[in-house]
């Protein structure tokens, strides 16, 4: 039984000394290693804003004048495109543009609504 105890005290000064060991190699280990260091997520930045160029109405349609003006009063840089007849293309979207009591007025769901 003595043997044993013996045995047994023997093999856990080898694993001590074994992992004093280990210790000393990962200190040594994480001293050399470089550095890594997370990368970045990629952020797309988003183009400039186009420079608003001034929208030129048509000479004598008192929608596309109004409608000139507040565009222009605000530098909305949306592309306008007029189709004709009171209907535009803003950017994608289609309105129809009329005056109302001398005022510009925009066709919203089924009313109107003023600048």
Excluded: C, H
């Excluded at 004093?20 to 200190?27: H, R």
């Excluded at 186009?50 to 929208?55: L, V």
């Excluded at 840089?77 to 007849?85: A, H, M, N, V």
């Amino acid at each position: 039984m003595k043997a044993k105890q013996d045995e047994i005290e023997e093999l856990e000064d080898v694993l001590r000394d074994k992992n004093q060991v280990i210790e000393g190699l990962e200190k040594t280990l994480s001293q050399k290693a470089p550095k890594v260091e997370k990368p970045k997520p990629f952020v797309p930045t988003p183009p400039p804003p186009k420079p608003a160029g001034k929208y030129k109405a048509v000479k004598g349609d008192e929608v596309d004048e109004l409608l000139a003006q507040y565009i222009n009063d605000w530098n909305i840089t949306l592309p306008i495109r007029r189709l004709g007849d009171g209907y535009y293309l803003f950017g994608t979207k289609k309105i129809y543009a009329k005056v109302m009591n001398n005022k510009l007025v925009v066709r919203v769901g089924g009313g109107y609504m003023s600048f």
